[in-house]
């Protein structure tokens, strides 16, 4: 059973707490990982994640996958849900957006491993899908493919 002390300092979970009015005014937040004698993957998936075109001020819609292996640290998963909610009313390009998720928590975290994809839905009738990982996959881990299909429209 896990140490429940890890979760003395978190600020955001239990409280009601606003949803951030941009990216660099989320708070993410981090437990220090009670099983890091094992090496694993965590997975969080983000199918209706919004941000705004920065210039025009158009919606943007994207299905974010987010795998990572952990080292000391966790993602506080609530601290996660309002960073990726502080994008809806954030301008960027959906290639700053996707890389500026991995960045986010790479510094919180350090993992062993990360990769995030960015499959975002069409703006001016062409879909962009942005790709990362810190490199090379850890071969003792099980890490599953992300299996995201190609957008296709209606057909």
Request: glycine fraction near 8%; hydrophobic fraction near 35%; include cysteine.
């Given at each position: 059973?896990?140490?429940?002390?890890?979760?003395?300092?978190?600020?955001?979970?239990?409280?009601?707490?606003?949803?951030?009015?941009?990216?660099?005014?989320?708070?993410?937040?981090?437990?220090?990982?009670?099983?890091?004698?094992?090496?694993y993957c965590v997975r969080f998936t983000a199918p209706e994640f919004t941000s705004l075109c920065p210039l025009t001020g158009a919606p943007d819609f994207a299905h974010i996958t987010i795998d990572y292996v952990p080292n000391e640290y966790l993602v506080e998963s609530k601290?996660?849900?309002?960073?990726?909610?502080?994008?809806?009313?954030?301008?960027?390009?959906?290639?700053?957006?996707?890389?500026?998720?991995?960045?986010?928590?790479?510094?919180?975290?350090?993992?062993?491993?990360?990769?995030?994809?960015?499959?975002?839905?069409?703006?001016?009738?062409?879909?962009?899908?942005?790709?990362?990982?810190?490199?090379?996959?850890?071969?003792?881990?099980?890490?599953?493919?992300?299996?995201?299909?190609?957008?296709?429209?209606?057909?």
């Amino acid at each position: 059973m896990s140490d429940e002390s890890i979760y003395e300092n978190l600020v955001q979970l239990g409280s009601k707490t606003a949803l951030p009015e941009t990216p660099d005014d989320a708070v993410l937040e981090r437990v220090t990982n009670p099983k890091k004698d094992m090496a694993y993957c965590v997975r969080f998936t983000a199918p209706e994640f919004t941000s705004l075109c920065p210039l025009t001020g158009a919606p943007d819609f994207a299905h974010i996958t987010i795998d990572y292996v952990p080292n000391e640290y966790l993602v506080e998963s609530k601290s996660l849900k309002l960073f990726l909610g502080s994008f809806r009313n954030h301008g960027s390009f959906h290639e700053d957006c996707t890389l500026e998720i991995a960045r986010r928590l790479i510094e919180i975290t350090e993992p062993v491993w990360l990769r995030i994809g960015g499959y975002w839905y069409p703006r001016g009738g062409i879909p962009i899908d942005v790709f990362y990982q810190t490199g090379e996959a850890p071969k003792s881990v099980w890490i599953p493919e992300q299996n995201i299909p190609p957008y296709r429209g209606r057909g």
